[in-house]
Nanobody, 128 residues
């Protein structure tokens, strides 16, 4: 069983919206820090957003703050990334990730190393 299964993504014009979903099976989103990252070829994986265990705190990179919203559905063990006002520079492969609850601090959530498990990735392409 794959721990994190992603869906959503695709192609959209600049200014449009997309929603990514991440279904967890072997981890409970209510008990773990859940993150979203993105990566373009030749660059390091970049932290985009994260939500703390239980959803009490959210974290965003400066590049997406005010445009992206991370949320979780504890009942269905899902995490979402709503992406609005998309820009061409948002084009990337997006990954969800899970780690222990203590990962979700302002100094650690955005670091890609050491997350417990990752989703398979989903491509987001924004055209100008």
């Amino acid at each position: 069983q794959v721990p994190l299964v992603q869906s959503g993504g695709g192609s959209v014009q600049a200014g449009g919206s997309l929603r990514l979903s991440c279904e967890a099976s072997e981890v409970r989103v209510s008990r773990n820090c859940m993150g979203w990252f993105r990566q373009v070829p030749g660059k390091e994986r970049e932290g985009v957003a994260a939500v703390s265990a239980g959803g009490g705190y959210t974290f965003y990179s400066e590049s997406v703050k005010g445009r992206f919203t991370v949320s979780q559905d504890n009942a269905n063990n899902m995490v979402y990334l709503q992406m609005d006002i998309l820009k061409p520079e948002d084009t990337a492969m997006y990954y969800c990730a899970a780690d222990k609850a203590g990962r979700c601090t302002s100094n650690t959530w955005y670091r890609s190393m050491g997350w417990y498990t990752w989703g398979q990735g989903t491509q987001v392409t924004v055209s100008s």
